[in-house]
């Protein structure tokens, strides 16, 4: 044992040392790094191909092939597309086809037309006819192929618009209702326009409230095609009532076409391949027509 003064005894060989106690943080200690940022910028473009790669490439025969092979599917792939049809827009005829190539067309030109008349001039509403382009077969298939492009009811209400002209007429023109040199006559594909029926008519039409007109003054025929053009503004087939040229020629319709059921009814609208479906009680309002007997 020591005594007063003595050292303190050192520990003994072997033993653990104790951990010394946590040191403050300075000043001067490094600052932790945050993870570094990915690196989002786009990868570098390849290195142009070495002189010799190039040279390779051109003297292997398997590129010259698969050079060859690409460059004929690309002409076949050009051919294809050539022979493929342009996108239909308003106005664009359709090939020779099938009924069901037909499609609706209101915003063509003759379309335009014919609703300019029918809904600025006459106050119809803008859904009363539908337009339908069809295919450029449709006056070389029968009613039936016809019928179907439209989508009538029947083969009886398929309808066309034809000049006729009184050839002994007084009048040079188309100024009197009554008595007009050229009417627009409206029939059925499936009925026939009978002479006598319609010279009847006329003649009995000019023949009340003081009127007066012998029949030696009515022959009716077929107006000459030239005239037809020039008084309805149309090509022959494609006739309609609405949007002629001359809008006092008077419209005669077949009351057969008054009687159909349903009513919608198709005729010619202003070109070969379009056609107009509207009910027979709207064209009698809008186109003022004397309705009479003139088929057989």
């Not at 007429?169 to 059925?188: H, P």
């Not at 029926?197 to 009340?208: A, D, G, I, R, W």
Request: aromatic share 6%.
């Amino acid at each position: 044992m020591g005594g007063q003064g003595s050292k303190p005894s050192s520990p003994r060989a072997g033993s653990p040392k104790a951990a010394p106690p946590p040191r403050e943080p300075v000043a001067s200690d490094a600052v932790p790094l945050a993870p570094p940022t990915p690196d989002t910028s786009p990868a570098p473009e390849p290195e142009p191909a070495a002189p010799e790669a190039r040279a390779v490439r051109a003297v292997d025969p398997r590129w010259a092939k698969v050079s060859d092979r690409f460059a004929e599917i690309s002409d076949r792939l050009d051919a294809i597309e050539r022979r493929l049809p342009a996108p239909a827009g308003p106005g664009a005829p359709i090939p020779a086809g099938a009924p069901e190539t037909s499609r609706r067309d209101d915003t063509c030109d003759a379309a335009r037309r014919i609703l300019a008349d029918l809904v600025d001039s006459r106050g119809a509403p803008p859904g009363c006819a539908r337009f339908v382009r069809v295919p450029a077969n449709y006056y070389d298939e029968p009613l039936e192929f016809r019928r179907r492009c439209v989508g009538g009811a029947t083969v009886d209400h398929m309808c066309k618009t034809i000049v006729m002209e009184n050839t002994r007429c007084v009048n040079d023109d188309c100024a009197d209702a009554f008595n007009s040199r050229w009417y627009l006559v409206v029939v059925q594909y499936t009925a026939k326009l009978n002479q006598q029926k319609l010279e009847k008519f006329l003649h009995q039409l000019n023949n009340v409230d003081g009127r007066k007109c012998g029949k030696k003054n009515f022959n009716m025929r077929l107006a000459k095609e030239e005239d037809s053009e020039r008084l309805t503004g149309y090509v022959k087939g494609a006739v309609c009532p609405f949007g002629c040229a001359e809008r006092r020629m008077p419209v005669i319709l077949s009351d057969k076409i008054v009687a159909l059921e349903p009513q919608t009814f198709w005729l010619g609208a202003g070109e070969i391949d379009l056609k107009v479906g509207m009910s027979a009680a709207d064209f009698v309002e809008r186109a003022e027509p004397h309705v009479t007997d003139i088929t057989y």
